[in-house]
T-cell receptor
């Protein structure tokens, strides 16, 4: 157990629907990063939150959004889902934003999203 | 933009033997960090080893070691005494400060390693 909790582990939904993926960072970690892993694009950075504040955006579609709550858990919202959104979505946490995480991040086990 | 290239989509090695996974990257940065992550069938991303670009000494973690050649922008992973549990997808990753305190990883496409009994 890495200490980073992602729910649900699996999600199957239809095109056009909206889903919410949840991430609870490791205790004490203030940063949450979201990554998408797909067969064609590989692992890609989506968005980074630090202590409730958005810090950086990567290749995140406009249909996707995220937020980090006061208790530091984060949610990734995916709307108007398309078949191509099927992927493994990881969140990862690290202690602070101001210094590089010397051990990289701590990853959750991911949410497998299947859009049918 | 940074790119990370892993030129070996698949590799196999006999148990107890040594294998080296290749990784090259492209960047104009001088300060950055390099990582190898392992993703077994359980799909958990597990840190194997890390290297700071400013350090000349190659990192070592038990059976895992790297050959970091900064000028050549090469960062290979050597696994000694391979074990069945090493069977996994291995990702090379580059990290730099992207501003606003954000440290993002750029991943290679991965190398699927199979350890054969």
């Amino acid at each position: 157990d890495s200490g980073v909790t992602q729910t649900p582990k699996h999600l199957i939904t239809a095109t056009g629907q909206r889903v919410t993926l949840r991430c609870s960072p490791r205790s004490g970690d203030l940063s949450v990063y979201w990554y998408q892993q797909s067969l064609d694009q590989g692992l890609q950075f989506l968005i980074h939150y630090y202590n409730g504040e958005e810090r950086a955006k990567g290749n995140i579609l406009e249909r996707f959004s995220a937020q980090q709550f006061p208790d530091l858990h984060s949610e990734l919202n995916l709307s108007s889902l398309e078949l191509g959104d099927s992927a493994l979505y990881f969140c990862a946490s690290s202690p602070r934003a101001e210094h590089p995480p010397r051990s990289g991040y701590t990853f959750g086990s991911g949410t497998r999203l299947t859009v049918v | 933009a940074q790119t990370v290239t892993q030129s070996q989509p698949e590799m196999s090695v006999q148990e107890a033997e040594t294998v080296t996974l290749s990784c090259t990257y492209d960047t104009s940065e001088n300060n950055y960090y390099l990582f190898w992550y392992k993703q077994p069938p359980s799909r958990q991303m597990i840190l194997v080893i890390r290297q700071e670009a400013y350090k000349q000494q190659n990192a070592t973690e038990n059976r895992f070691s790297v050959n970091f050649q900064k000028a050549a922008k090469s960062f290979s992973l050597k696994i000694s005494d391979s074990q069945l549990g090493d069977t996994a997808m291995y990702f090379c990753a580059f990290m730099k400060h992207a501003g606003a305190g954000s440290y993002q990883l750029t991943f290679g496409k991965g190398t699927k390693l199979s350890v054969i009994p």
